[in-house]
């Protein structure tokens, strides 16, 4: 009976196809390759649904003995996740706290007591400046203030005696304060021949010697306290609204294989009109020293999320010619173990990212998804599973 089955399918077949070419059984083949490799695609794709029909009037007339041609494709079980979504920036490390060390008081430096990489102290003395044109005008002003008290202890024992004016001895008196504020300010000026470090910190980069001459204003050595950092990234104008402060975010460190979490700690509050992108920045923690200013790193920011959502390989979703998109499932074929059939089910999507989709209609957790060879499927095909989850977690009503 069996045997009659299959004859009389096969037959309806051929009838349907020579019905369906006029009459015409000649053959053709393709004159180009990609002609051809769709042809013998679509034929192979005719003989699975011959196979899948053979198949059900088979188990329909109870010859269910024989078994069903399969093909293995590998599949998983659907199930809702946490989805979101990253961009990645190209970022800097710089330092949080630099300082330069200058001068005041124009002088020849007489000795540097530190090194590159040496560690110092904020006010600890790091570079000794010979202020002599200031010690020159002390002893000036020292001699002149010696006349002028002079002259003040005479105008007051003439006062005394009713000889002179009170301008007179106002005069003196004011000649003296005069000469001590600038004794005052002379003493100042010496006290700056140490020059001290502004921070506490790394001596980055020694900039002057011993026996040079040092003007103010000239840099004398760089100071970095690199125990805090910040990354700075420029991120485009479209992402404005997915950025916020507080805001935690992964950086990737790809030259010293470091990943590390850091919030938002500024965001710029302007556009810049050449590349319409707008400053981050991102406060971390460096006491390891492992960060270096100008370091380039990656940060990945989360541009969107939902929660309890199912998400598939973009690669799984397959389009039809009018724009719908689908999913093959796999469904338990009845009278057969570990046989399953290539289900098409039509579905809605969301979000993406560069591999995954959101799925938000047509299918459920717990349903069973035909990851790899589903292209070359037709509904109803006959399938057996390579599963990367037990089948037995899957939704199979």
Known sequence: MKSLLTQLLVGSVLLVSIAACGGDTEFKVPETREEQLAMLDAKKREIREINTQIAELERAAGEDTKAVDTRLVKAKTLEAINFKREIELQASVESDEIAVVTVEIPGRVTSVLVKDGQYVKKG???????????NVQKAELNTNLELAKDILARQERLRAQNIGTEVQLLEAKNAVDRLNKALEQLDLNLAKSAIKAPISGTVEQKMVNAGEYAAPGMPLM???DAATVKVVADVPESYLRSVKKGQKVRVEFPNIDMIR??????????????????RVELALSNRDRMLK???LASVYLVDYQNDDV???????????IDGREYVYLAKPMEGQKDVYSATKAYIQTGENDA???????????????????????????AIKLQMDKPVAQANIN
């Open 124 to 134: 600890q003395t790091v570079v000794r400046i010979d202020l002599e044109s200031v």
């Open 222 to 224: 760089q100071i970095l």
């Open 261 to 278: 979490e850091a919030r938002v700690t500024d965001i710029g509050r302007t556009i810049d009109a050449a590349n319409r992108t707008f």
């Open 293 to 295: 200013p100008n370091m």
């Open 310 to 320: 199912i998400v598939a390989g973009s690669e799984t979703i397959l389009e039809e």
């Open 355 to 381: 591999i995954n989709r959101e799925i938000i209609g047509g299918v459920s957790p717990g349903d069973i998804l035909v990851t790899e060879g589903m292209r070359s499927l037709s509904n109803g095909e």
